[in-house]
């Protein structure tokens, strides 16, 4: 026993990478494929033989907890999604391929209404249980609504409080990708890694309004590491994805920083919620200026989480890792905290628990984005939902 310790403390040391062994990301749910929980059999037969359910084509991305429901998202890439929001139970014992519930119900997730939901890559849940929903994945499906963003109290049966659609000249109606969002009081910050139209979106919900800004550091980094997952060479190139907040401070109204990151490329960057909430620096694009360069990261990165003590857990999908970074020391102090070349295959999205449970979702999401990988049902497992005691609460928490 003291032999294995003593080992492992000596790798921990000699490793390069900053590897950190003692820390463990677990497996709680895992699927080889996605189905849901449907009112009937019947109705389950009839949407597969209409194509309106093509279980190789459904993946999950966002990730979130509360109380006793684990909400996942499954964006609409391609056909036969037919829910694009999700939960199962938190504490379920059906560990494997678990069906997940539509939220709040099916007939919300019926997308031939605009009001309805047509399809969600991630969402964010307030301490006052308002889950905040960008409804704005506009890609390789045929949806002609705009895209939107609601409000559903969770303490009231997901119930619709608020509504807010977004322009066109803000959120592409057609090409758009409003793939993450954090929450800073009545504000709302979400990346569009659109490939026609990046950028990074605010919206103030006191005003009823939003605006974009463009800059050349939420694009694609040009000649960015070549990398590929579980053997598949990812080619397509990402712009602004990874979004995080520093925390709240306690009895101060202080300045936050938004911090975020391309796909296509190692480079975080970050810039200030003043910034982002002064209209008139966006209106006259003096904004940029205020663009900081923080480091360069291990790897290339998609979700990412801040807590409520500064630290920014990171995917690393090229390594398939997680990587740490507490906010209050040098970047140079960032290390992988956990990888796993075996299951962890593209670590996507974070969720975390007010009782210190960080949750994150893998799900080889690269492959259902690219239209030339060709999607087969098997009984290998894709699809995973991992838990870390962090023991820490969400960035929105004192």
């Not at 199962?88 to 939220?103: A, E, F, G, H």
């Not at 991630?122 to 994945?137: A, F, L």
């Not at 895209?147 to 977004?166: Q, T």
Request: proline fraction near 5%.
């Amino acid at each position: 026993m003291y032999l294995i310790f003593w080992t492992l403390l000596l790798l921990c040391i000699l490793n390069s990478q900053k590897v950190c062994c003692r820390e463990l990301f677990e497996v709680e749910f895992e699927w080889s494929h996605i189905n849901y929980s449907w009112p009937s059999n019947l109705e389950y037969l009839e949407a597969s033989a209409k194509g309106k359910y093509i279980p190789e084509n459904v993946v999950f991305t966002g990730i979130k907890v509360y109380r006793d429901k684990l909400f996942l998202t499954t964006p609409k890439y391609r056909p036969g999604v037919p829910a694009t929001l999700t939960y199962i139970p938190l504490r379920s014992n059906k560990k494997v391929n678990q069906p997940l519930i539509p939220y709040p119900d099916w007939e919300m997730n019926n997308d031939s209404y605009c009001g309805h939901l047509q399809s969600v890559q991630s969402m964010e849940i307030d301490p006052q249980g308002i889950m905040w929903v960008i409804d704005g994945v506009r890609i390789q499906y045929n949806t002609n609504c705009p895209c939107k963003l609601l409000l559903l109290d969770l303490n009231n049966s997901g119930k619709v409080i608020h509504e807010y659609v977004f322009p066109n000249e803000v959120c592409l109606g057609n090409g758009a990708f409003l793939n993450d969002i954090v929450l800073d009081g009545d504000h709302a910050y979400m990346t569009d890694n659109s490939y026609i139209d990046p950028g990074l979106i605010v919206y103030s919900k006191k005003a009823n309004q939003a605006w974009k800004l463009r800059d050349r550091s939420m694009f694609p980094e040009e000649n960015a590491p070549k990398f590929s997952v579980d053997g598949t060479p990812v080619t397509l190139k990402v712009a602004i994805d990874g979004i995080a907040l520093s925390p709240k401070t306690v009895g101060r109204s202080v300045d936050r920083t938004l911090y975020y990151s391309p796909v296509t490329g190692y480079d975080l960057f970050s810039i200030q919620t003043s910034v982002l909430k002064n209209f008139s620096l966006f209106q006259n694009a003096k904004f940029r200026d205020k663009i900081k360069l923080i480091g360069r990261k291990q790897g290339a990165t998609d979700g990412m989480m801040m807590d409520n003590v500064g630290n920014l857990f990171y995917t690393l999908v090229s390594h398939n890792a997680v990587g740490r970074w507490n906010i209050k020391t040098p970047f140079n102090n960032a290390t992988i905290l956990y990888q796993n070349n075996s299951s962890m295959i593209w670590p996507d999205t974070f969720g975390i628990t007010q009782n210190g449970y960080l949750y994150m979702t893998s799900n080889y999401v690269s492959n259902y984005l690219d239209p030339n990988v060709e999607l087969k049902l098997s009984s290998t497992i894709k699809f995973r939902v991992w838990k870390f005691h962090s023991g820490t609460m969400s960035y929105m928490y004192d």
